[in-house]
Every structure is written in structure tokens, then in C-alpha cells.
């Protein structure tokens, strides 16, 4: 029933380790997203994909790699990281690039020991 | 540039109040969306409200309103009479045509309904 589901939804973890946030959704949207929203609860586009395709690559370290093995999934992968990288990451979904607005899933909170 | 600002941090008030969430944005395109989200305690973000920018007639949904004026920019969101479920933080985003459907969301403003 879930429409964007992302796993795990908690992520604690040592600095310097890698990790990857997984994210589906069952909409068949074509088009998916990742947001960071840091401790001020302040919100910024990272990547997004339109049928496995990048089109959004906001300034983000190379640390942070998104991986889409089909238009239904888009994964997260975060190597080496860093205190700064604690926060709590959203994935979205939306039916394509024309401005329909986008479905979030539940949020992973990542912290960083 | 594109840019959203909700000038209000935070709001608190009790039950049964008129509340209303400001929200001015920036933009040069002509053609853009104006969204409102939800974040209630739980985390989760909730879609409220998209507007595109040649629509300028005000939404009524429920308790739910909002008011879209091109000439201050601003898209405005009215609660009334609130209630205790709507403390949440609620954000205004922007999106712009040909912008690969990218959102700009402003600081959030934290509503806090008192019983």
C-alpha cells in the first residue's frame, strides 16, 4: 500500500563508513528524487532521475553517488562520511518533469557518531 | 534567481484561531508552481496545495485556504479555526518550467496549536 518507501528508516553509523538509503515507490511515477533536510529543517534537492536518467546534480560532494537500476527505484549511496552528512534524507516520486507535485516517503535519519 | 522566504519562524496559537502562513517567492520565469507542504511531528512530508502561475483565483479546502497574488508575489496559507493536528511545520516551494520539476522550498514555518 506504501507509495514512496525508503529503508532504513533510522541510520547510525561511524564517521568514515559508507552507507546506502534505499528508496522505492509503486506509483510509477518517472521520475524520482533525493532531498537532504538538515538540522534547521531546511530542505535542498540533491539529485533527481527521470526513467533511470540524471537531470538534477545539485552541488553535492562526489562522496554522495544515487544509483537508479530501474525507474522505480533509486538508491543512495554515501561513501566516506562526514558529520556534516547527518541529517535526515527524503526520497520522492512525481509522474514526470512537468511540475505535478512530488510524494515523499517517510524520510531516513542518518547520524553520524 | 529563484527563492522562497517564509519570514515567519514560528507561530503559536490556541484552538480555534485564524491562522495565516506567509510565503513571497522569486523568480524571473513566467510560468512556475507554488506548492505547500506539510511536516507534522512525525516527520513525514504531506502535499497540501500546487498552484501554477496563471491560476490566481484562492483555494478553499476545508479549513484549508489560500490566497495567490502575483503582484506581491506572495501565496499566503489560512487556517481557520485550528486545531491541535495542525501543529506541524509547514513549508512553501517553488518549481519553475523547465526546471526538471526541481523544488525550492523556503525555511518552514513552525505552527504550534495550543488546546
Same mark, same amino acid.
Given at each position: &500500500?506504501?507509495a514512496?518507501?525508503?529503508? *532504513? ?11 546506502? %538509503?534505499?528508496?522505492?515507490q509503486n506509483l510509477g511515477h518517472d521520475t ?5 533536510? &538538515? ?21 553535492? *560532494?562526489? #562522496? ?7 525507474k522505480a !527505484?533509486?538508491?543512495? !549511496? ?6 556534516? $552528512?547527518?541529517?535526515?534524507? @527524503?526520497?520522492?516520486s512525481s509522474p514526470g ?6 510524494h515523499?516517503? $517517510?524520510?531516513? #535519519?542518518?547520524? %553520524?557518531? | ?9 514560528? %507561530?503559536?496559537?490556541? =484552538? ?9 517567492? =522569486?523568480? #524571473? ?10 511536516? *507534522? ?5 504531506? @502535499? ?5 502561475? @496563471? &491560476?490566481?483565483?484562492? =483555494? ?18 489560512? %487556517? ?24 525550492? @522550498? ?7 496549536? !495550543? *488546546?
Open positions: &500500500d506504501t514512496v518507501s525508503q529503508t *532504513p528508516k533510522y541510520l547510525v553509523t561511524q564517521m568514515g563508513n559508507d552507507k546506502s %538509503i534505499k528508496c522505492e524520482m528524487y533525493w532531498y537532504k533536510q &538538515d538540522s534547521k529543517k531546511f530542505l535542498k534537492i540533491m539529485f533527481s532521475y527521470n526513467n533511470k536518467e540524471l537531470i538534477i546534480n545539485e552541488t553535492v *560532494p562526489n #562522496r554522495f553517488s544515487p544509483k537508479s537500476p530501474d !527505484h533509486l538508491n543512495l !549511496h554515501i561513501n566516506s562520511l562526514e558529520l556534516g $552528512d547527518s541529517a535526515v534524507y @527524503f526520497c520522492a518533469t512537468n511540475n505535478q507535485p512530488q515523499f516517503g $517517510d524520510g531516513t #535519519r542518518l547520524s %553520524i557518531l | 534567481a529563484q527563492k522562497v522566504t517564509q519570514a515567519q519562524t514560528e %507561530i503559536s496559537v490556541v =484552538e480555534k484561531e485564524d491562522v495565516t502562513l506567509d510565503c513571497v517567492y =522569486e523568480t #524571473r520565469d513566467t510560468t512556475y508552481y507554488l506548492f505547500w507542504y506539510k511536516q *507534522p511531528p512525525s516527520g513525514e512530508l504531506v @502535499f497540501l496545495i500546487r498552484r501554477n502561475s @496563471f &491560476d490566481e483565483q484562492n =483555494e478553499i479546502s476545508g479549513r484549508y485556504s489560500w490566497n495567490f497574488q502575483k503582484s506581491t508575489s506572495s501565496f499566503n496559507f489560512t %487556517i481557520t479555526a485550528s486545531q491541535v493536528v495542525d501543529s506541524a511545520v509547514y513549508f512553501c516551494a517553488l518549481s519553475e518550467q523547465g526546471g526538471y520539476n526541481k523544488l525550492i @522550498f523556503g525555511a518552514g514555518t513552525r505552527l504550534a496549536v !495550543h *488546546p
